[in-house]
């Protein structure tokens, strides 16, 4: 059972936009950074954005994120088949005074 | 450039205690800010946060799994040491190390390969 919240799955179609969301809690996502990682089949996780809304280095800007009170958005434009992977979002917890994952989300470009 | 990598074994015994070792280069664990965790996924599952090091020698760890982790460091040979011990079957995933690139913000922007640990007798 992860800290942090996704649902399992998402999909759309080519060139379409998806959201991802990552729920937690005043211990972890109000009060501290959010960062996504992607993860393609059979590779290393990859930091996607940073700092709730800054992208790593040689992300396109087809990717974004934001951050509301305890929940936090990855959104993914212009969808390409390249994109499907698992996306996990991750925060440090200060209650726990560790770092927390979410369960990731798979997702599928029909 | 930056390049981090895991080694260890890929099978141990229930019971026994593992060690891994992340050797990484083009940046050092001595400078302000910096540090270096280790995250783990069970195959078909999610990422598992187990534990981190500072540059300053501070250290937190997984609650969950506190009593049972060791991180260490030698900044000498850039390298990060995990150890876990009491080896079940539910710890076979495979285990990243990634640094931790600047005080008071806790992503991780390089990542390891990541090396499968399979625990089994």
């Known amino acids: 059972q992860s800290v942090l919240t996704q649902p399992p799955s998402v999909s759309a179609a080519p060139g379409q936009e998806v959201t991802i969301s990552c729920s937690g809690s005043?211990?972890?996502?109000?009060?501290?950074?959010v960062s996504w990682y992607q993860q393609l089949p059979g590779t290393a996780p990859k930091l996607l954005i940073y700092d709730n809304n800054k992208r790593a280095s040689g992300i396109p800007d087809r990717f974004s994120g934001s951050k509301f009170g305890t929940s936090a958005t990855l959104g993914i434009t212009g969808l390409q088949t390249g994109d499907e992977a698992d996306y996990y979002c991750?925060?440090?917890?200060?209650?726990?005074?560790?770092?927390?994952f979410g369960g990731g989300t798979k997702l599928t470009v029909l | 450039q930056i390049t981090l990598k895991e080694s260890g074994p890929t099978l141990v015994t229930p019971t026994q205690t593992l060690t891994l070792t992340c050797t990484f280069s083009g940046f050092s664990l001595t400078t302000t800010g910096v540090g270096v965790g280790w995250i783990r996924q069970p195959p078909g599952k999610a990422l598992e946060w187990l534990a981190l090091i500072f540059w300053d020698e501070d250290k937190r760890y997984s609650p969950s799994l506190k009593s049972r982790l060791t991180i260490t460091k030698d900044t000498s040979k850039n390298q990060v040491v995990l150890t876990l011990t009491n080896m079940d079957p539910v710890d076979t995933a495979t285990y990243y190390c990634a640094r931790r690139p600047i005080r008071g913000h806790y992503y991780f922007d390089f990542w390891g390969q990541g090396t499968l640990v399979t625990v089994s007798s």
């Open positions: 005043s211990s972890n996502i109000e009060k501290n950074y």
């Open positions: 991750g925060a440090w917890d200060s209650s726990l005074s560790a770092g927390v």
